[in-house]
């Protein structure tokens, strides 16, 4: 199976909200996205793009600078923000729907998946996914954990909820099809270059090293 390099980003831009502690970091400047974007889809490895929290650059940055270079991506947002200042509204999901975009959940309240009780499950599994469905107008399945936290409490309630993927955080190539996908997040440091060196240099999944070795065997004898 070929592996591929989730990128994610946050917010671009100037927030029009207050930031929570140490998510500034996760803020690029508009001239920093775009570069960003232009080496990622230069790569030659298959790169999936998203956007986590729903910020309102999603749309008024994100979504013109994919359009423009024909990329798509899949925006990860938060029912429980949808329509509050400096986040995207019901009429920009429609916006990032009718242009292609793949919608997913980042649950309700961005707190995180551990440790929550039934009804805290309820909320970020069930009722976010509902509301962000009803307002895209398609079915939600897929999920990005908040603060990329999760453990195998979460993973199973995910997954007995017919999540048919998940994305976390965890900065390392994925498989493409696995139900699980590590992202690397741009942080406010990151150049194209940083980012190039980061993410391309990571080592090759088992599978690949073990097909290169084969095919290595194969070659000598
Ligand atoms: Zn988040």
């Known amino acids: 199976m070929s592996d591929v390099r989730n990128i994610c980003f946050h917010g671009v ?19 920093r996205f775009e570069a960003i974007l232009d080496e990622v889809a230069a790569w030659p490895v298959p790169v999936r ?23 798509t991506g899949e925006f990860f947002l938060l029912a429980g923000r949808l329509g509050t200042p ?5 009429p920009g999901v429609a916006k990032l729907v009718a242009a292609g975009m793949r919608v997913g959940s980042h649950g309700m309240a961005h707190r995180s998946w551990r440790g929550l009780d039934a009804a805290g499950l309820e909320a970020e599994f069930d009722t976010a996914r509902a509301i962000l469905a009803e307002v895209a107008g398609a079915p939600v399945d897929t999920a ?51 980012l190039r060196a980061d993410v391309l240099a990571a080592a090759p999944l088992p599978s690949r090293a073990r097909a290169l070795a084969v095919g290595t065997v194969k070659r000598w004898r």
């Open 49 to 71: 793009l998203s956007f986590d929290d729903g910020n309102a650059s999603d749309v008024e940055t994100g979504l013109p600078a994919l359009a423009e270079r024909g990329l």
């Open 86 to 90: 400096g986040s995207v509204d019901a």
């Open 13 to 31: 831009g100037q927030p029009h909200r207050e930031l929570e502690p140490g998510e500034d970091v996760y803020w690029v400047t508009e001239d």
């Open 144 to 194: 990005a954990c908040p603060l990329g936290r999760y453990d195998r409490r979460v993973l199973a309630s995910l997954r007995s909820r017919g999540y048919h993927r998940v994305y976390t955080s965890d900065r390392r190539p994925a498989r493409a099809g696995a139900w699980l996908q590590p992202r690397y997040s741009v942080r406010h440091h990151d150049t194209p270059e940083s």
